[in-house]
């Protein structure tokens, strides 16, 4: 079969050289100028640093699969990601943890007298089924650490209120009652010793695989292949006719320096009154590399407009009914497949990128052999 695969990030490099592997002919654009998607790094022509060009990306998966499989792409060394918060002129850690209580509360409370402090002073327990982001901090956290961690930096973050996100945003931030402040649970994490590009470029890889870049899609470009991967966002593939999805993008303001600017990877700022939601020192991602000088961003978050770059999707409420219908729209849509974070509109991480584009490419192999229709989605995506 002849393939055509919109989006050479993760999901379309790792569909394309799965099906490349079993004979079909691969045809990958992109209307960037590289590879990689998101996930793109380069050197920094002046201080040589590697730069996450589209903000930090750390590799972080309790799935063993994926982890061998970026690990036969390239090498990665281990990384410990741990995030440090400005409020109220202190810094603090994050994940919130022991020290972060105890610092901020100005106690000296060991785990057990901790958990009891959160639970009976701070915690609003009369909040039994967190609905939204706001429920569910003030349930753990309490509204002193809300407002100080959460509250500003996610208005900033997503352009609305707490109140408006699901609750389901905030478990992804673990509170921890020890001084463990890696921010990730996970069994496998590391950074990729020469950036996350290399592994896109060995996995297309293949004399099945051609990739052209600087393309952009149009239901033209589709005429004459067999079947469509489509990794761009999913209202944008039926040119926005029920409407705007809302995507967050990013704009990055550049900080050179000489010597060390921050003395970590990521600094975030919870205060409104501080435009940015955090600064990245990239040199900080290789700590096996020496650096004199280095390069930071500020990060912006704000709504993405129609010649923005996506970063991911919002999600709200009132967005659901909109997507349902791009949804019952794509399944009366033969020959297309929709992947990735913009895809199928979910915010993804690169582990589960990559796990969901090897379980797609499996089972678009299995139904050409069935000789069934292949579907539009493989996985749940409302």
Not at 78 to 104: C, D, E, M, W
Not at 346 to 361: F, G, H, N, P, S
Request: glycine letters at 8%; hydrophobic letters at 35%.
């Amino acid at each position: 079969m002849k393939i055509l695969i919109v989006g050479a990030g993760f999901s379309g490099a790792v569909i394309g050289r799965e099906l490349a592997e079993s004979g079909h002919s691969i045809d990958i654009i992109d209307s960037r100028e590289h590879i990689g998607g998101n996930c793109y790094t380069e050197r920094d022509e002046d201080t040589n640093v590697m730069v996450h060009k589209y903000g930090p990306h750390i590799f972080h998966t309790d799935n063993e699969e994926v982890w061998n499989y970026v690990n036969a792409h390239t090498e990665f060394k281990p990384y410990i990601n741990r995030v440090k918060s400005t409020s109220k002129g202190a810094v603090y850690s994050l994940p919130i943890n022991l020290h972060t209580i105890n610092q901020f509360f100005n106690k000296t409370m060991s785990p057990a007298e901790a958990e009891k402090f959160i639970l009976e002073e701070q915690a609003d327990t009369s909040i039994i089924e967190p609905v939204t982001f706001e429920d569910q901090a003030m349930r753990f956290v309490g509204k002193d650490l809300y407002q100080a961690f959460f509250e500003g930096y996610t208005k900033k973050q997503w352009g609305c209120d707490p109140s408006e996100l699901p609750a389901s945003i905030l478990k992804r931030l673990p509170v921890r009652f020890n001084y463990n402040d890696n921010y990730f649970f996970h069994k496998y994490q590391g950074m990729p010793v020469e950036g996350y590009t290399p592994i896109i470029e060995s996995i297309l890889n293949h004399e099945k695989i051609n990739v052209e870049l600087g393309v952009e899609f149009s239901q033209e470009t589709a005429l004459g292949y067999d079947h469509i991967f489509f990794s761009g966002p999913l209202d944008g593939y039926f040119s926005y006719q029920l409407g705007r999805l809302g995507y967050r993008t990013l704009d990055f303001e550049r900080i050179d320096y000489e010597g060390d600017y921050q003395g970590c990877a990521v600094m975030n700022y919870g205060d409104l009154d501080v435009p940015y939601t955090r600064i990245a020192e990239h040199k900080h991602f290789t700590p096996w590399e020496n650096h004199e000088k280095s390069v930071c961003f500020k990060e912006f978050s704000r709504s993405c407009g129609e010649n923005d770059i996506p970063y991911y999707p919002i999600r709200l409420v009132e967005e659901k009914e909109m997507l349902a219908r791009y949804i019952d729209l794509a399944h009366s849509t033969k020959g297309v497949t929709f992947v990735g974070r913009l895809g199928t509109y979910r915010y993804l991480d690169m582990d589960v990128t990559i796990a969901e584009a090897l379980k797609t490419a499996k089972q678009f192999l299995q139904d050409v052999s069935d000789g069934v229709s292949p579907k539009p989605f493989y996985v749940e995506v409302l």
